[in-house]
């Protein structure tokens, strides 16, 4: 009723809508980005709800029943292994694990890349100095060889390739982190939080963090999908997930052997492994040009 | 103005040593890690009793401080043998080497087609932005990103090696065919699709940006309004300037392409220095994936270098010093 529109507000460049609202609104425009959403959560709930949608155990071994076709029966909807065990069920499993060690492996990302990067761009100097160099060093590695070498040390579980992935994909994360950090740390409501006698802690996770969540929110999307795919690659290459746990990386590996003759157990985790580290590619993609504030006026 | 670039090559030399440095260190770190040492693997090894496992210790200098160790692998590192293998006792860098000839074949002509194609890709998009083909070319390119590249390798083994039967599916040379540049080309063609897709994929959008901020500069619609053709301002003006930072992410790339690499010549048993790395990775031949690890780095580090100072050199615009 008392609708002011937006034109007569005291400054016409002055948004109508929160920033929030906004971000909302450019992210729901971009046709992939919203796809990418929609594939993420269709994975998501696919993989959360497994034991309730799966309709087989996936390790259980029926010998009399290797090799079905897929869209044969109504029991075993995508066809079974070579050793008869149910392929949707260890697709629907496998997908647990995949994305389990995605998000896992993106926490540990995301906490080491932006402790380092906050470090380095808050105090500056010999401490920014030491960590870029550590960064510079690390980056010279392949991550696959890294990621091989480390792996074939430690006991393969869940918890460990998780980890592993994380710490060996951190350091562009500490560089978007501290470039973000070293202009902020310059601007005035920092230095007067700083006036105020506010603590280094206080101003790093108060001050300083809340202003970079955006480009750290896009970057831990893309990381997800980055630890996907590295956990296909490990699991593919053996020093994964290993058998009798279902992961679409060492499901493509066991289908490897059977190429020739039943192809389509190594098509489906190809298939899944791509929406999923696409989905979320799509997804983050479409998050950096929602809050990329250079974008802010709408196009 | 050469010898501008050439204090520059000699500085970024001096200030790359660091880097060197903590790769042999986090390198060296890394093997260290392993739980019982590089010697764990004889632990499984019935035939090697305990005391067997001392006594290489003491030969191998294992019961040595740390640094003192660091120091020996370092003096091996710089002598040229790179350590020696634990079957076989030959030199690891002699083992590396051997298989450098294959990966380089594949690298450099997989990193080759992606900057002829990628930059051909990212050029065109970027001129006729918001077109289909932009749109497609875009997609196109995250998809690549999207796949796991050994699937997409047994996808294309699946295709035109077992359905079709166009192209062996894998190895370098058929038995007896070997030299025979022939029979090697046809069993590059799938390695090289696979290797060329990871790259194009990020070559082109980085192309793709770079000609989008070349165009829309001054000069350019200065060019454009004294009434040159496109074809002229694009080659004649745009092309040197949007190239230029692509040079830098040749070096970026490098570590991307070992991993490709790594993966391909898996998938198609191409005998090079990924392929090497699996099977030291299952033969637990620690030396020879340190040795990977350190060569690997190494070449990054040496790779960055180049494209830093090709820069230098071919724009007069870069800060130097």
């Not at chain 1, 030491?130 to 074939?152: K, N, S």
């Not at chain 2, 050439?6 to 500085?11: D, E, I, P, V």
């Amino acid at each position: 009723m008392t609708d002011i529109p937006a034109s007569t507000s005291v400054s016409a460049a002055a948004p109508s809508r929160s920033y929030g609202q906004m971000i909302v609104r450019r992210f729901m425009s971009h046709r992939m980005a919203v796809a990418g959403a929609v594939l993420v959560v269709l994975l998501c709930s696919s993989a959360l709800f497994a034991q309730f949608v799966a309709p087989h155990d996936p390790t259980t071994i029926d010998t009399a029943k290797r090799f079905l076709p897929p869209l044969a029966s109504w029991t075993y909807p995508l066809g079974t292994d070579d050793l008869g065990r149910d392929t949707l069920s260890r697709l629907l499993y496998g997908g647990q694990v995949s994305l389990m060690v995605g998000i896992v492996a993106m926490l540990t990302t995301m906490l080491t890349g932006t402790l380092v990067g906050l470090a380095a761009g808050y105090y500056g100097g010999i401490v920014d100095n030491l960590l870029m160099r550590f960064v510079d060093t690390l980056l010279c590695f392949p991550q696959v060889f890294l990621l091989l070498v480390v792996a074939a040390f430690v006991p393969p579980t869940i918890l460990s390739i998780s980890l592993i992935i994380g710490l060996t994909s951190w350091m562009e994360v500490s560089r978007i982190v501290r470039a973000q950090v070293s202009t902020l740390k310059e601007m005035d409501f920092v230095q007067a939080s700083r006036g105020f006698g506010a603590s280094n802690w206080r101003i790093m996770l108060v001050e300083l963090l809340p202003n970079i969540a955006a480009p750290v929110l896009v970057a831990a999307t893309l990381k997800v999908a980055t630890a996907v795919l590295m956990e296909s690659y490990i699991s593919f290459l053996g020093y994964g997930v290993q058998p009798p746990m279902a992961s679409w990386g060492n499901m493509l590996t066991n289908a490897q052997g059977y190429f020739d003759t039943v192809p389509f157990l190594a098509i489906l985790p190809g298939i899944l492994i791509t929406f999923t580290v696409m989905g979320f590619n799509f997804l983050g993609d479409g998050l950096r040009d929602a809050v990329d504030a250079r974008l802010k006026i709408d196009p | 103005m050469s010898g501008d670039v050439l204090s520059y090559a000699f500085w970024r030399i001096i200030h790359s040593i660091p880097l060197v440095i903590g790769v042999s260190i986090i390198g060296f770190g890394i093997m260290h890690l392993a739980p019982g040492g590089p010697l764990a693997v004889y632990t499984l090894n019935p035939t090697i009793t305990v005391t067997d496992i001392e006594r290489i210790k003491v030969a191998l200098g294992l019961d040595q401080p740390i640094h003192v160790q660091y120091l020996t692998w370092a003096k091996a590192m710089l002598t040229g043998t790179w350590g020696f293998t634990f079957f076989g006792g030959r030199p690891v860098l002699e083992v590396i080497v051997e298989r450098l000839p294959a990966t380089m074949v594949l690298m450099g002509t997989s990193m080759a087609l992606a900057m002829l194609i990628g930059t051909a890709i990212g050029m065109l998009g970027a001129i006729r932005r918001h077109s289909i083909f932009d749109y497609l070319a875009t997609t196109g390119a995250m998809l690549a990103l999207s796949f796991p590249t050994f699937w997409f390798g047994l996808m294309a083994i699946w295709i035109f090696a077992i359905q079709l039967g166009w192209l062996p599916s894998g190895g370098m040379y058929e038995l007896g065919e070997e030299g025979n540049p022939w029979d090697l080309l046809r069993h590059l063609v799938l390695p090289t699709m696979v290797l060329t897709l990871v790259l194009v994929a990020t070559w082109s959008r980085y192309a793709r940006s770079s000609f989008l901020d070349v165009i829309q500069q001054d000069y350019i619609r200065t060019a454009r309004s004294k009434g040159l053709s496109t074809r002229a301002v694009l080659f004649g003006h745009a092309f040197r300037n949007a190239v230029i930072p692509l040079v830098a992410l040749f070096g970026v790339q490098l570590p991307t392409l070992f991993s490709g690499a790594l993966v391909a010549e898996t998938i198609f048993s191409w005998p090079g220095m990924g392929r090497l790395f699996v099977d030291a990775l299952n033969m637990k031949e620690y030396p020879i994936l340190m040795g990977m690890i350190m060569f690997t780095a190494l070449f990054v580090v040496v790779g960055n270098l180049i494209a830093d100072i090709a820069i230098a050199l071919i724009d007069p615009r870069v800060k130097l010093g």
